[in-house]
């Protein structure tokens, strides 16, 4: 996919690099208790992998890549949704909703919590030891959502080229002004905004105000 490359010194890049080495190495241990514990739920709640069989993810530069989560639907819950026939106005409301449902019959109960929180997501840090991600960064899109969604927002266009040209972040500044209740033409606003506007300092405040958005549930689904 194409991209508009917004340029950051060598310095920026090469700060934020280490910082999500060492965040990401640092907490990868310090969550390896929960880690344990939510793979251990997982396995009792329902059947199914560990972690979630996703379709890949546009990363920087638009190549995808597979993203590490915790499961927290049903197994086969992407193919479901997408083929099976019972399923088809439930896509086309996923569709319709920026590729977000509310009321998801595929999560599971002990999902609920995990999404909830954001428990699910915390394999990605994973992801960002292996230059995939970041710890800020705009949101992984899938392909094919960002394919209907520019359809559905023409305008929208160079924001997801100026978007594609950073690595995804695991939090960042949609997520925490309000995440999965703001649509896709603003969530995508905010994050070209981010990549424009992006710098250290920028990054920590985000990754400060991320604790409280996990903890208090807000706009997840």
Same mark, same amino acid.
């Given at each position: 996919?194409?991209? !508009?490359?917004?340029? &950051? ?11 999500? $080495? !060492?965040?990401?190495?640092? *907490? ?6 929960? !880690? ?10 329902? =059947? ?11 990363? =920087? ?12 639907? $049903? ?10 026939? &019972?399923?088809? =106005? ?9 590729? +977000? ?12 919590? *995990?999404? +909830? ?33 520019? &359809? ?8 997801? =080229? ?8 695991? %939090? ?9 209740? !703001?649509?896709?033409? &603003? ?12 710098? $250290? ?8 105000? %991320? ?11």
């Amino acid at each position: 996919m194409p991209y !508009i490359e917004i340029k &950051k010194s060598f310095y920026y890049e090469f700060a934020k690099r280490m910082m999500d $080495i !060492i965040f990401s190495s640092t *907490l990868l241990i310090l969550f390896f208790p929960i !880690i344990l514990i939510v793979a251990l739920a997982i396995k009792l709640d329902s =059947k199914g992998p560990t972690f979630a069989d996703t379709p890949e993810r546009v990363g =920087k530069g638009g190549k995808p890549f597979k993203m590490y989560k915790f499961r927290s639907m $049903i197994e086969n819950a992407h193919e479901i949704l997408r083929e099976n026939p &019972k399923f088809a =106005k439930l896509y086309s409301e996923y569709k319709k909703g920026s590729y +977000k449902l509310k009321d998801d019959p595929r999560v599971t109960r002990v999902g609920h919590f *995990l999404r +909830k929180h954001s428990l699910d997501e915390v394999p990605q840090f994973l992801n960002v030891v292996k230059g995939e991600m970041s710890l800020v960064g705009p949101r992984a899109y899938y392909p094919d959502e960002l394919r209907e969604q520019q &359809k559905k927002y023409p305008h929208t266009r160079d924001d997801v =080229k100026v978007v594609l040209s950073v690595r995804p972040g695991i %939090t960042g500044y949609w997520q925490v002004s309000g995440r999965s209740e !703001i649509n896709f033409d &603003k969530r995508i606003e905010m994050d070209a905004a981010y990549v424009e506007k992006r710098s $250290i300092l920028y990054d920590l405040v985000i990754i400060l105000k %991320t604790p409280w958005a996990m903890v208090s549930g807000k706009g997840a689904l």
